[in-house]
């Protein structure tokens, strides 16, 4: 297992991170999302544990908080010592009925943030994310909540989650010019089947020194094969379609990835994550389970090696349709040069 820092920061975290989305289930989504009981939640965590693994990630909404405990219980349960592990957690969807049992107000915050330490047992959060941009709220009154955490010792580390670049950078200026915490990290969806990221996300984490943290990187499951052909209504997307990604090309990019998969001898899905960690701007790649077998093939997925032919097959079925301005910036660059 390697280990990158936190965007610029002197954090250490593995490679592949474990999701803990798939812990407890419940009722709606949670449901089809996962059903793993605690027995379960432990032996995954001790599997990601004994092979380096020491990201482990979840939300307070995850199974209305029930993520969150079992988490807290399993390391407990396995004895694994609190500094071995970088815990991360968000906070932003709704907890309750009232009107700010929501969002990232200084007023949820500092409740959910608390709410999230009790639940996990622990003393303190090594990386606390506000999972999505609340509108309502100004930028500055969530960046000083999040400082007040930090200061307070609740809170080592902050970022963000399924924010656009404008954001990103705006609140990375605000906190500068402040002297409120940086914000470290970016946790997005970033696929061979859903590059977006790469438009304007990726360049702004270039430039301002920002890690990415990848979920579904296996496109809700579609990326491991099992989805295509004869297979469309097995498994979780037939009942939570999510992320939606354009099926055909997803079906050309699947084809490619069987071919280099059959040649290494290696799983479709240890392709998908494989280009991910290919990838100079990527962190960590959370990758969460149901079933130990699972959790096993996705971490053999660090040692996959990819020539620069896999990449170029791999770059040419899944790159990004030219959209304006990239284009124009591709054509002045050149003329440039």
Not at 34 to 58: P, R, S, Y
Not at 59 to 75: N, P, R
Not at 162 to 170: E, R
Not at 291 to 308: F, G, H, K, Y
Request: proline share 3%.
């Amino acid at each position: 297992m390697k280990y990158r820092t936190l965007g610029r920061s002197g954090l250490k975290v593995s490679q592949l991170c474990l999701g803990t989305m798939t812990f407890h289930g419940g009722d709606g989504m949670w449901k089809a999302i996962g059903q793993v009981g605690q027995d379960e939640a432990d032996a995954l965590v001790k599997t990601a544990f004994d092979a380096g693994i020491n990201f482990v990630d979840t939300a307070d909404v995850y199974s209305d908080g029930a993520s969150e405990t079992m988490l807290g219980q399993a390391i407990r349960n396995l004895g694994i010592p609190r500094n071995e592990l970088v815990i991360a957690t968000k906070a932003f969807g709704r907890t309750g009925e009232g009107p700010n049992n929501r969002g990232t107000s200084r007023y949820h915050l500092m409740d959910a943030c608390k709410a999230s330490l009790d639940r996990m047992g622990v003393d303190h959060i090594d990386l606390y994310q506000l999972h999505g941009f609340d509108t309502e709220t100004p930028l500055e009154e969530q960046l000083e909540a999040l400082h007040t955490l930090v200061q307070h010792g609740h809170v080592r580390y902050v970022g963000v989650s399924n924010w656009a670049a404008w954001q990103l950078s705006k609140a990375l200026g605000i906190a500068e010019r402040k002297g409120l915490t940086p914000i470290r990290s970016i946790q997005s969806y970033y696929t061979l089947a859903g590059r977006d990221l790469e438009r304007e996300i990726v360049p702004a984490l270039r430039e301002e020194g920002v890690g990415l943290m990848v979920w579904s990187p296996l496109a809700g499951g579609y990326l491991s094969g099992k989805y295509t052909g004869q297979n469309d209504d097995d498994g979780r997307r037939a009942s939570f379609d999510f992320p939606p990604i354009d099926r055909d090309k997803a079906d050309r990019i699947v084809e490619v990835m069987r071919g280099i998969a059959k040649d290494k001898e290696v799983s479709v899905s240890q392709i998908a994550l494989a280009w991910l960690l290919h990838q100079e701007v990527v962190t960590s790649v959370i990758v969460g389970a149901k079933r130990l077998d699972q959790l096993q093939d996705n971490i053999a997925a660090t040692q996959v090696r990819l020539s620069d032919a896999d990449l170029g097959a791999l770059g040419e079925v899944s790159a990004l349709a030219k959209e304006y301005p990239g284009w124009m910036f591709e054509m002045q660059q050149a003329r440039h040069d």
